[in-house]
């Protein structure tokens, strides 16, 4: 099964920072990637999809890239609703998710 | 606005069968071309895909749980079902139910019910 590898496991920032999480996997994808967001008690949101196609309503601050093996997902200017964590999906073959992101206030 | 939510017994014991209902609202099963799906976090932990169920019983299953897993789906009552047998204490998540917009993608999540499995 194809395994997908994040990076860093926790990373602290302060509102208004950009910040970027790294999703590998371990054999290419293509673009089938997908980011989500999640929130203490509550079900993961879809942010992204096919690597950089924004869901409808997801802010614009969201953003992905990459393709193959090696994926990115950018926030341009932290906000505090987005303290959160993210957690990257492959929908290549069967679906598999990184270990997840937590992003914390500094 | 499609809803799931999820229904069954919080606590199980080990060996015995997980057993789990998923209603959808806001849309019938029947229609449209999705798949609708069992998603399990471990707690404090990552998200693990179980298997996936369509409107017409064509299944996919996560490997590493297909020898104990069974989704099955009842059209007239616009629900859907987990039975994951044989469970023991590393089977203890929150197990939510999704619909996707496309294969392996979702977009649509219930609240998650937590099963523990303990005697």
């Known amino acids: 099964d194809i395994q997908m590898t994040q990076t860093p496991s926790i990373l602290s920032a302060s509102v208004g920072d950009r910040v970027t999480i790294t999703c590998r996997a371990s054999?290419?994808?293509?673009?089938?990637l997908a980011w989500y967001q999640q929130k203490p008690g509550k079900a993961p949101k879809l942010l992204i999809y096919?690597?950089?196609t924004l869901e409808s309503g997801v802010p614009s601050r969201f953003s992905g890239s990459g393709s193959g093996t090696e994926f990115t997902l950018t926030i341009s200017s932290l906000q505090p609703d987005d303290f959160a964590t993210y957690y990257c999906?492959?929908?290549?073959?069967?679906?598999?998710f990184g270990q997840g992101t937590k992003l914390e206030i500094k | 606005q499609v809803q799931l939510q999820e229904s069954g017994p919080g606590l199980v014991k080990p060996s015995q069968t997980l057993s789990l209902t998923c209603t959808v609202s806001?849309?019938?099963?029947?229609?449209?071309?999705?798949?609708y799906s069992w998603i399990r976090q471990h707690p404090g932990k990552g998200l693990e895909w179980i298997g996936s169920?369509?409107?017409?019983?064509?299944?996919y299953y996560n490997p590493s749980l297909k020898s104990r897993v069974t989704i099955s789906v009842d059209t007239s009552k616009n629900r859907f079902s987990l039975e994951l047998t044989s469970v023991t204490t590393a089977d203890t998540a929150v197990y939510y139910c999704?619909?996707?917009?496309?294969?392996?993608?979702?977009?649509?999540w219930g609240q998650g019910a937590l099963v523990t499995v303990s005697s």
């Open positions: 096919k690597a950089s």
């Open positions: 806001g849309g019938s099963i029947s229609s449209g071309n999705y798949y």
């Open positions: 999704a619909r996707d917009i496309v294969r392996g993608l979702w977009s649509y």
């Open positions: 054999q290419s994808i293509s673009s089938w």
């Open positions: 999906q492959q929908y290549s073959g069967d679906y598999t």
């Open positions: 169920i369509s409107h017409s019983e064509t299944t």
